[in-house]
C-alpha cells in the first residue's frame, strides 16, 4: 500500500469511529442535535494538549463544580461515567443479587441490564395508557424490594408525575428501600414542574437522584453524570470511585458548560419548542403521542406498528418490541422527515392509529416478578 493509500484507509477507519456531530436522522439515542458550545470545544483542545497527564485521583474538582452549581454540599454528590455508571454502581453496591427491584415497564432499557448485571429480579410495574407510572403499585411493588427506580420525565413516554404525587409515593416507601429518582431529562422540565432535589435528599435518606451531562448537555461522548443523595449513600458511591476513572476533559467540560449556561439555556428553549411543534403537528395528524417533558415523542402502537413504518423511512428511531417508537427531538428539518413518515402511514389504511385519545389500556395485570430483565427485552441500546 503507498503511504496515500494508508492515510485514505486510516482516515476512513476514523470516520468509522467518529459519528457525526449533526446527524438529521439519528433519533433513536436523545443525543443533543448539535456539537458542544464553542466553549466546551475549546476547553476539551486545551485537554487533548494534555492528555499525556493522568487526571486528578478522584474527581474531587468535578464533584466540587457540580456542587458549587447546585448549592449542595460536596458530601451528598457523588461523580461517575454517565448516570449509567453510578446507577450500576448503586445496584452493586447497596443490594445483593437476588433482591428485588421494581422498574415501570417500559423503561429506560439501561435499568434491564443494570438490574441484570447486579443479579436483581426485576419487578415490573405496567405504565397506564397514558405513558404514566401507577406510583401506587409501584409503592406496594417497593414493600419487599432493595431498589425502586422512578424516571422523571419518563423514558420512553416523557410523561411527569406531579412533584406532590412523586413525594406521596417516595413517602410510602419503606424507608430501607432506595428511590433511584432518574433526572436525565430535567433540563427539558419546566421549571415550576422540577422536584426541589435540595429538600428531598433532605428529608429522604433513601432516595438517590441521577442525572446526566448527556443529554441537555449535549456531552454523551463524554460520559459524565452525577448523583446527588443525603451524605450516606452519596458516600456510599464516592466510595466507590474508580481511580483516574473521570477524565479531566469531564471537568474542563463541565466547567465550560457552566460558564456557558445562558447559551445552553437558549438552546434547551429551542429544543423544548421543537418538541411542542413536532407533538402539535403529530396530533394534529391524527396521531397519538404521550405527553412528554424530555427531548423526544413517544408514539404507542395502536392497530399499527410505528417501528415497521419507520424501519423502512431510513429514520433511525428507538423501536420498541410491541410496535411503538420514541423518537428525538432534533432540528427543524427532523420534524419534518417525521412528519412526512407519519402523515404517510395515516393517509393509509384504516386500522392506523389516529385521533387525540390514548390507544387501547394496556391489561394491569399488576406487578409482575421477571427474574431475569432479558426475558422481556431484548438487549438495550445506549439510548
Ligand atoms: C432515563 C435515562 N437515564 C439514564 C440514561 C443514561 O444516561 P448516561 O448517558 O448519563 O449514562 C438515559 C440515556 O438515555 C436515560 O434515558
Known amino acids: 500500500m503507498t503511504s496515500a493509500a494508508q492515510q485514505d484507509s486510516a482516515n476512513s477507519r476514523l470516520r468509522a469511529i467518529l459519528p457525526p456531530a449533526v446527524d438529521p436522522c439519528a433519533l433513536s439515542l436523545n443525543e443533543s442535535a448539535l456539537p458542544p458550545l464553542p466553549a466546551v470545544r475549546a476547553a476539551l483542545a486545551d485537554f487533548i494538549g494534555a492528555a499525556n497527564r493522568y487526571p486528578e485521583f478522584l474527581p474531587t474538582r468535578l464533584r466540587g463544580l457540580v456542587a458549587e452549581h447546585l448549592g449542595v454540599p460536596q458530601e451528598k454528590v457523588a461523580i461517575g461515567p454517565g448516570a449509567s455508571g453510578l446507577a450500576l454502581r448503586l445496584l452493586q453496591a447497596a443490594a445483593v443479587p437476588g433482591d428485588r427491584i421494581v422498574l415501570s415497564m417500559p423503561i429506560f432499557e439501561g435499568y434491564l441490564a443494570f438490574a441484570r448485571m447486579a443479579g436483581l429480579a426485576?419487578?415490573?410495574?405496567?405504565?397506564?395508557?397514558?405513558?404514566?407510572?401507577?406510583?401506587?403499585?409501584?409503592?406496594h411493588a417497593a414493600q419487599d424490594a432493595r431498589v425502586v427506580v422512578l424516571c422523571r420525565p419518563n423514558n420512553p413516554t416523557g410523561t411527569l408525575e406531579s412533584v406532590g404525587d412523586v413525594e406521596r409515593f417516595i413517602s410510602e416507601v419503606p424507608t430501607d428501600t432506595i428511590v433511584l429518582l432518574d433526572e436525565a431529562y430535567i433540563e427539558f422540565v419546566a421549571t415550576a414542574r422540577r422536584?426541589?432535589?435540595?429538600?428531598?435528599?433532605?428529608?429522604?435518606?433513601?432516595?438517590?437522584?441521577?442525572?446526566?451531562?448527556?443529554?441537555?448537555?449535549?456531552?454523551a461522548g463524554l460520559r459524565i453524570g452525577y448523583a446527588l443523595a443525603a451524605p450516606e449513600l452519596a458516600e456510599l458511591l464516592w466510595s466507590l470511585q474508580l481511580p483516574f476513572g473521570i477524565n479531566a476533559g469531564c471537568t474542563v467540560a463541565v466547567a465550560a458548560s457552566y460558564a456557558a449556561h445562558a447559551q445552553l439555556e437558549q438552546r434547551i428553549a429551542h429544543i423544548v419548542a421543537e418538541r411542542s411543534?413536532?407533538?402539535?403537528?403529530?396530533?394534529?395528524?391524527?396521531?397519538?403521542?404521550?405527553?412528554?417533558?424530555?427531548?423526544?415523542?413517544?408514539?404507542p402502537a395502536a392497530g399499527r406498528s410505528w417501528s415497521e413504518i419507520f424501519d423502512a423511512s431510513g429514520l433511525q428511531v428507538r423501536?420498541?418490541?410491541?410496535?411503538?417508537?420514541?423518537?428525538?427531538?432534533d432540528s427543524r428539518g427532523s420534524s419534518q422527515r417525521v412528519l412526512a413518515v407519519v402523515e404517510r402511514a395515516l393517509s393509509g389504511p384504516a386500522d392506523a392509529p389516529r385521533g387525540q385519545t390514548p390507544p387501547a389500556a394496556p391489561d394491569r395485570?399488576?406487578?409482575?416478578?421477571?427474574g431475569s430483565a432479558a426475558t422481556r427485552w431484548p438487549a438495550p441500546d445506549r439510548g
Open 122 to 139: 426485576a419487578v415490573h410495574v405496567p405504565l397506564d395508557s397514558y405513558g404514566h407510572h401507577d406510583l401506587a403499585a409501584m409503592a
Open 195 to 219: 422536584v426541589d432535589v435540595h429538600r428531598l435528599i433532605e428529608r429522604f435518606s433513601n432516595v438517590v437522584v441521577l442525572r446526566t451531562f448527556s443529554k441537555a448537555y449535549g456531552l
Open 319 to 329: 423501536n420498541y418490541p410491541d410496535g411503538s417508537v420514541r423518537i428525538t427531538v
Open 365 to 370: 395485570p399488576g406487578p409482575q416478578h421477571v
Open 277 to 299: 411543534y413536532l407533538s402539535a403537528r403529530l396530533r394534529a395528524a391524527g396521531a397519538y403521542t404521550t405527553d412528554s417533558h424530555a427531548n423526544f415523542v413517544y408514539l
